[in-house]
């Protein structure tokens, strides 16, 4: 496999040169022959080389890239009449017209680079953030889906925010971009206040992000109907890996007029959306009649003070 600026070398003799081809052209054979000794005899001989192999260079690593979507390539690669390639995924979001010229792409598969795919072994597309791993192609591909490494998305609740990155990136972006309120600590209180607690709303918030035993943490409050019923629901996410949040538990605290209700659980990494999160009902959810026992009967106002705490498992 070739290193990245590898060139692939020969010895060239003299006699391919201008002067001597003339030489050729105008001596008889044997004058020819006597020629080409003496020449090979004068031409000092190259140090042998190693036989150049290919590695997992950069153009080798592009080659097997979508030109659309950028991600590897895998099965079925389509190709156009003129050669120019790309993924099955991209060849519907192009519209069977081949994004480099404009050609229409049909069906034509190409096997051949399909096929030298299986012989490749090729390291993770995360390598520059760590990763070490160096895999056959395809084992590549689904590696890449799950790498430890890979960058995270902004866990934002309430827009879809494009911006992706490393989580010591992502803090500064939730608090410089999205003015998301931090907090040094394991322990928070917040309150949550309605003025008109029978009006129906669709409503997400990220109220905090707390810097506790050298992580990041994110609440998360929202409000939607569940079935026929208003509800509210509050639930922490990990800066992390699954993996890493399974090491912490939560839990959180709703109380008022003599009433308390509380959920413990582990926070979910924000590899989860804070909708797949929500979907799943994985926190503590407050249908609004109880909510508003906690306000007191008579409120005209739905106030709700959440408190709660981080721990470490040991």
Request: glycine letters at 6%; hydrophobic letters at 30%; a negative charge.
């Amino acid at each position: 496999m070739m290193e990245s600026g590898a060139h692939i070398t020969r010895d060239i003799p003299e006699s391919e040169t201008e002067d001597e081809t003339a030489v050729f052209e105008n001596s008889s054979v044997v004058n020819r022959c006597t020629f080409f000794k003496a020449s090979n005899a004068m031409t000092p001989k190259s140090e042998p080389t190693a036989a150049p192999t290919l590695t997992s260079g950069t153009c080798l690593t592009d080659l097997f890239d979508c030109p659309v979507c950028t991600n590897s390539l895998c099965p079925p690669i389509y190709q156009c009449p003129n050669g120019h390639v790309l993924c099955s995924s991209c060849k519907l979001r192009v519209e069977d017209q081949c994004p480099t010229c404009r050609r229409e792409l049909g069906s034509i598969r190409c096997l051949a680079l399909e096929k030298v795919a299986e012989f490749l072994e090729l390291p993770c597309r995360y390598q520059s953030e760590g990763c070490t791993m160096v895999l056959p192609y395809y084992q590549k591909i689904k590696h890449e889906k799950t790498c430890e490494l890979r960058p995270y998305y902004c866990p934002y609740a309430g827009s879809e925010c494009p911006t992706i990155g490393d989580r010591p990136t992502l803090v500064a972006h939730l608090r410089n971009d999205h003015k998301v309120d931090m907090h040094d600590g394991c322990s928070f209180n917040h309150r949550y206040v309605k003025s008109n607690p029978h009006e129906v709303e669709n409503a997400t918030w990220m109220l905090t992000v707390f810097n506790c035993f050298e992580q990041h943490f994110c609440l998360h409050f929202e409000a939607f109907v569940l079935g026929k019923e208003p509800v509210y629901m509050a639930f922490l996410r990990f800066m992390g890996e699954e993996s890493e949040a399974n090491n912490f538990r939560y839990t959180l605290e709703v109380g008022g007029t003599n009433r308390r209700m509380v959920w413990q659980g582990i926070p979910r990494s924000i590899r989860d959306s804070h909708r797949k999160v929500r979907d799943s009902y994985d926190g503590l959810i407050i249908y609004r009649d109880v909510a508003l026992s906690f306000s007191g009967s008579t409120s005209k106002e739905l106030k709700l003070r959440v408190t709660g705490r981080i721990w470490k498992e040991e």
